[in-house]
């Protein structure tokens, strides 16, 4: 392996261990990971929950599109699901792909893909 390799090998593990945070695996190593979500009290988690429910009955039902009577509060907080989703978003995990992206230029994938084809 050339030096240059060997370099950008050692780059990849350094940015992998800094910038893989989204996901950390559980202990017993079944291959299965755990993710956080953070909330101020039980109260949001379970205004959290309530408004993914309703946001799945209205999208259940496309030809009422409307929560249940039923349900006291029918408003859904979209805000909140956005929120989540934005905690969600695996932002260290892009930034990875971008340094992975400037070690490896498009000019040299090509190079690449050319010595694989031979």
Request: aromatic letters at 6%; a negative charge.
């Amino acid at each position: 392996m050339e030096k240059d390799e060997i370099e950008k090998l050692k780059a990849i593990k350094r940015l992998t261990s800094n910038c893989l945070n989204t996901l950390k695996p559980v202990e017993d190593k079944s291959g299965i990971y755990n993710l956080k979500i953070r909330v101020y009290d039980y109260y949001e988690l379970a205004s959290i929950i309530r408004n993914l429910l309703k946001l799945c009955i209205v999208a259940l039902d496309q030809d009422g599109a409307e929560v249940p009577i039923t349900i006291k509060n029918q408003s859904i907080d979209v805000g909140l699901i956005l929120g989540i989703a934005l905690q969600l978003f695996p932002s260290d995990e892009f930034e990875l792909l971008n340094e992975i992206r400037i070690l490896f230029p498009a000019d040299s994938r090509n190079e690449d893909e050319n010595i694989i084809k031979e």
